[in-house]
């Protein structure tokens, strides 16, 4: 009987616990994708409790705790931290065979060393306890963490209306050695049937002061916020197509239905089709011309639950997995971009995991001479973060693609302590790649697995987004 998260965790062969231990383990972290918040980054934020750092806006923890009967009070709602905290701790000894119970015991060890007891009811004062005194040390600000964490760049998610000036502080501030970047997320731009579109819309025109009418008009505004960004080291884009679709038109009636949404005509499926894959296409050549990469989130159906939705706004735990087609959709859009010369380096996400094998092979049609991996079918995402979907997602690329040029992991996180993901995926790595081995299925060749190893870790990604990093301390 195996002991649980020893240090060989995940790691069941000797050529895997080399491959971890050896190449693996101390590779820096490129983090291009996540959700932490900038303003924490630069002001250096100090966490109050562990409650602040490890709960507070954690949709993953809250999806199990309501399946475990908790109350929303404990969860979003007006219950204390400590209260909030003691719930999660009830609910984690039931969340055995979820990720959620290993990933909350890598991050209970790593940065708080935890590693003598387990999270429960019994132990749950011992752990607030020890964790909030590590908390009132400088090594475990917000930057502190980073900085054990071995954290060489983080790609924050930011709104081209964004001033950026978190981001600014930061790249004016040389006593931080990790490159911190915003990352241009223009969903609103291109989801002319949301709500949200108006008033974004009119968010947009005062900080790029342009009035927008026409497409034209629009195209202009989001040129001078690219402009911007781009003067602030960005160099990704980020969309959720939680449906893709696709549809062409000319300017004219792009312009017609821009005006009619602009008199609060809420537009066709098929005006809602054209307008996104114009809007789409243009800033794909916007990125192909900056270099930038772009990456498409295909495939959450959000908001399912429209009470809570009006109790408590969108991001909080209310999301499923989406089984609309995309193939064939997904399919043109590219093509669309790839036509004139103009389709940059992408990264496609599935939540579906039906849908691996139709991302690896829709990446193999468009990559590019002279630039290995230009098109990614990107990490497991989201419901699919865990031991079986990280496996399956790498199975299917290795069979299909190249691993190889795989540019990794992720965290697409809020919290400071997901950086454990990495470590969880880098063991799953190993051990992948350890049983072929075993099988006979790879050589035994440690010198070629272990740069492949260290490549997938960090070398690819910083390769693929061509960020200059500074030195490590």
Not at 100 to 111: A, I, K, Q, S
Not at 453 to 461: D, K, L, P, Q
């Amino acid at each position: 009987m195996s002991l649980f998260m020893t240090e060989d965790f995940l790691l069941d062969s000797e050529f895997a616990r080399r491959l971890y231990h050896d190449y693996a383990q101390a590779q820096p972290i490129f983090d291009y994708h996540c959700h932490l918040p900038p303003q924490q980054i630069a002001d250096n934020y100090r966490f109050q409790n562990l409650y602040d750092i490890w709960l507070k806006g954690d949709h993953y923890k809250w999806r199990a705790m309501r399946a475990n009967g908790v109350a929303e009070a404990f969860c979003t709602g007006e219950a204390s931290d400590r209260e909030k905290f003691a719930a999660w701790a009830r609910t984690v000894p039931h969340t055995i065979g979820n990720p959620l119970y290993h990933w909350t015991h890598l991050e209970l060890r790593r940065p708080f060393g935890i590693t003598d007891i387990l999270l429960s009811e019994k132990t749950a004062e011992t752990i607030w306890q020890r964790c909030n005194e590590l908390l009132a040390q400088e090594a475990f600000s917000a930057r502190g963490i980073m900085q054990q964490m071995n954290v060489r760049m983080a790609g924050t998610t930011d709104d081209p209306t964004d001033d950026l000036q978190h981001h600014r502080k930061l790249a004016e501030d040389h006593s931080f050695n990790i490159k911190v970047l915003p990352s241009w997320r223009p969903d609103k731009a291109f989801n002319i049937e949301a709500e949200t579109f108006l008033p974004w819309l009119q968010q947009l025109e005062r900080v790029a002061d342009v009035s927008v009418q026409r497409f034209a008009d629009l195209q202009q505004a989001l040129t001078k916020r690219l402009d911007y960004f781009a003067a602030h080291g960005c160099k990704v884009s980020d969309h959720a197509l939680d449906v893709v679709c696709y549809a062409g038109a000319d300017e004219t009636t792009l312009d017609t239905i821009l005006a009619r949404r602009l008199q609060g005509q809420l537009p066709t499926e098929q005006e809602i089709a054209q307008f996104k894959s114009a809007v789409l296409v243009w800033l794909g050549s916007e990125y192909a011309r900056r270099g930038w990469v772009q990456q498409y989130h295909i495939g959450a159906l959000r908001n399912n639950n429209r009470l809570q939705y009006q109790r408590l706004g969108p991001d909080v735990g209310f999301d499923s997995i989406n089984d609309r087609p995309l193939a064939e959709p997904l399919a043109r859009l590219l093509d669309a971009q790839n036509q004139n010369n103009a389709l940059p380096k992408t990264i496609l996400y599935c939540l579906n995991p039906r849908d691996n094998e139709v991302l690896a092979t829709m990446a193999g049609n468009f990559q590019g001479e002279g630039e290995p991996g230009k098109m990614q079918f990107g990490s497991a995402w989201w419901f699919n973060d865990q031991l079986d979907g990280m496996q399956r997602q790498m199975t299917q690329l290795a069979q299909i693609g190249l691993l190889s040029r795989f540019v990794g992991m992720l965290t697409d996180s809020r919290s400071f302590l997901s950086y454990t993901r990495h470590e969880y995926f880098r063991r799953l790595l190993c051990q992948m790649i350890g049983q072929w081995v075993a099988r006979g299925e790879a050589p035994a060749d440690e010198a070629l697995l272990g740069q492949m190893v260290e490549n997938i870790c960090f070398n690819n990604a910083r390769d693929y987004f061509g960020i200059e990093l500074g030195n490590p301390t």
